[in-house]
């Protein structure tokens, strides 16, 4: 079974992030990078998949060349090959599709996996987009998985319930919490990352849809207000929610 | 305790660490801030070791990760292995000891003194953690001066007979077998006892206020036959036991710095968000002064750990280095979890900070693998040629 996973490299969850001079781009001095907390449990569940039906993982991922040290997280983890599409540009999410469509076509794989979204940019757009360029099928924010033979049976979140879809190899899906735990790299993948292979790759699309014209940080939030430390307070905190912040 | 918790590093000596390196540090840390600081304090209370987290902590690889692949282990180096002691004891010096006596006193003197058949038995299991070691060197009556122990071999038929008690064992009551060292002859010897052999007894202490989220126990030989090929035969008299110890230190040294970093982070952002006289305590200069001394101490820990890994693994290092790096470390992390106390106020003696377990649990490891009075000694003798141990 061939299995792909497309992963991407963000800004740790934690960082503080600035705005760069540019007014268009986060400033990455300070930032340390991590792998995209939604394609942990992309990699995963294909790790999963690798173990019970045998079969090869590759990662492909499209960013800088330091995005190679989230590549070979993914390697750590047990992941067998990774895929570079190397660029400094900012690419939006329909580039970012092309290129990961592009790569995929060669590879053919029988099931390509995402996380639901990257958090950085949150537009939760490149596994549909990629399904899309490659005529695939594609399942979406998917928290749990079943593949027999090439039956896929998937559940999927939706707003108040669960939604059950089946579908057929080869196929899109993206992950969502809850779908696995993630493992921990083992200090043996971690030690063979090294030697497992990174091929790069130049970009086939850069013709960008859309471009980001500001950035800002969303406005501090305003100061609290204490209007009493006791029930007597209740009456004046309804009127104040009611009137004043108009919540309820 | 404290959240978003990324590691000390005011002199960013991330940058002399490889990508390795770093990457076994986070995953030893990913593994302690999800399994083990939600539950520690718990079994800290219960004076119980979370057993779960052992296959847990052997599929991560942390058992006698330094020793090479066909006996199980990775063959990562020495700093990459502090790193991980620094981690686990972030999460509590139970943990960290679980896994120093595992690796550096079980594992160890099986792979530097054992013969093939004793390392193909027993190493396999143990990094995978299926077999649990223990090692019994101190004696009720010989602790620092473990040369007089009374635990003792005679030879017999096929074997030896052993007969004595060893005290202070960690991890004795959950043991497998236990590297015991004994004399044969007057001649310090080191033999694997095995749980099922007859005669050998490990009852748990209790009562103790410090490490209590680890195992201890004591070790009883009655009449134990030991047969011929459970002696390990690479070496005799205390270097043996010694070279154990000196394994153990090294990942004390790093360890504890583990301890002071959680109490130095957790005091500096209690420090910013307790509020007195209506300003963040942190606003005050004795709260300052105690904030950068911790940093202060931890940084020098930090590079003497570092260059002490770098020597261990060039082959470089002596005995008297680790001594060194055990004795300052040991007593700065005491110091810093005890000033962390004192910047948490009343709130640093409650169980929902680290602060308290952490600076009890020091009081141990400051003891323990030698006190900070006997590495005064090994280092006192190596500057000046004059052994103080004995008084003559
Ligand atoms: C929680 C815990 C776990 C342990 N686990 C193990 C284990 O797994 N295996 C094992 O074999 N042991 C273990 N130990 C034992 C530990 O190694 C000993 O406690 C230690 O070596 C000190 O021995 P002692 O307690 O008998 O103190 P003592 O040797 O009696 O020392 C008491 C005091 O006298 C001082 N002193 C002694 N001699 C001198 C001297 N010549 N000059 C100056 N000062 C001196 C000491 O520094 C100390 O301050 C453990 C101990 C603890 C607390």
Redesign the pocket.
Known sequence: MKIAVCISQVPDTTTKVKVGGNGKSIDPAGVTYIINPYDEFAVEEALKLKEKNGGETVVISVGRDGVKETIRKAFAMGIDKGILVKTDNELDSYSVARNLADVLKEINPDIIFFGKQSVDYDDSQVSTLTAEFLGLRSVSVVVDLKIEGSTVTAEREIEGGKEIVTSSLPVVISAQKGLNNPRYPNLKGIMQAKSKPIEEKQPSFTDNKTEVISMRLPHGKSKGKIIGTDATAVPELVRLLREEAKVI | MSTNYKGVDYFNLDELLSEEEKMIRETTRDFVNSEVLPIIEHHNQAMTFPKELIPKMAEIGLFGPTLPEQYGGIGINNVAYGLMMIELERGDSGLR?FAS?QSA?CMYPIFAFGNEEQKMKWLPPMARAEKIG?????EPD?????GGMITNAQKCDGGYVLNGA???????PIADVAIVWAKLDGVVNGFLVEREFKGFGTPEMKG?L??RA?I?GEITLQDVFVPEENLLPGVQGLKG?LSCLNQARYGIAWGVLGAAMECYATALEYSLSRIQFDVPIASFQMTQEKLVWMLNEITKGQLMCYHLGRMKDNGTMKHQHVSMAKRNNCEIALTICRMAREILGANGILDEYPVMRHANNLE?VK????????H??IIGEDITGIP???VS
């Open positions: 000891s006596v006193l223990c090692f019994g060197l101190t010989y602790g620092s001066n473990p060893k005290m202070w064992i960690t991890n004795s103790k410090s490490l680890s201890t036991p141990s003891t323990y693998e030698g006190t900070h009075e006997m005064t000694l103080a141990f004995r």
